[in-house]
């Protein structure tokens, strides 16, 4: 499978779940920034339950800005607070040692891009997972996609209310279960902490268009 698909910060379950089963990853380059969007936002589950970050952006979220142009903004101390947040959520979780050293340094180095910080943490998520998936980047903006390409762009969003027909929500054990109950479709940190390489189970088994 070839898929099309925006890139988000640390997406979530649903949208690794397609990058898990493409052969061929399309990562779209060429687009305009959208706020409201995971581009710049993920959902941990905390103490207090679902936990939303979200990277500050130079001169507000500008609607028309290309993608690959969005800057990061260090007005205030972002990376430090992301941190703090997800080894506060993730400290007890069964994969945290094997995983802190690993993720640390991308909140310790200073990304200028929105774009590039997102491509690396996704291709250290696909690489530790060992999928198989290559990933492309497009060269232009297509309003639409043909075959062999699998246009996924924007199925994926933080404000959606049922998950899509293709994603089924596979349950395991999240560290603060027991006190908020299971939370589904959370970002890729969550998947990987509470589940290792064991993730690789959740994703085949949630993805329901093979």
């Known amino acids: 499978m070839q898929s099309l698909l925006e890139l988000p910060y640390w997406p979530p379950v649903s949208w690794l779940a397609i ?7 399309w990562l779209e380059a060429c687009e305009h920034y959208q706020k409201g969007s995971y581009r710049n936002r993920c959902h941990i589950a905390g103490p207090n339950g679902l936990q939303r970050l979200s990277i500050p952006l130079e001169k507000g979220k500008h609607q028309q800005t290309p993608i690959r ?5 260090y007005s205030e101390p972002w990376q430090k ?8 959520a993730y400290g007890n979780a069964p994969f945290f040692e094997h995983l802190e050293g690993r993720l640390a340094k ?12 997102n491509l690396e943490l996704l291709e250290f998520t696909l690489s530790w997972l060992d999928a198989e998936s290559e990933i492309k980047l497009t060269t232009q903006y297509l309003e639409q996609a043909q075959a062999p390409l ?17 994603f089924q929500a596979q349950s395991y054990p999240q560290v ?4 908020h109950g299971f939370l589904p479709d ?19 088994q949630s993805f329901l268009q093979h």
Do not use: M
């Open 19 to 25: 990058a898990w089963h493409s052969d061929v990853l």
């Open 69 to 73: 142009d969005v800057r990061i903004s």
């Open 81 to 88: 607070q992301h941190w703090r947040s997800i080894t506060t």
């Open 106 to 117: 991308f909140y310790e180095k200073p990304f200028a891009f929105l774009f590039d910080l």
């Open 150 to 166: 699998t246009d996924w762009r924007n199925q994926v969003i933080p404000k959606a209310t049922t998950p899509p027909d293709w």
């Open 176 to 179: 603060f279960l027991e006190r």
């Open 186 to 204: 959370l970002s890729a940190l969550d998947l990987l902490f509470c589940c290792g390489k064991q993730s690789k189970l959740i994703l085949q």
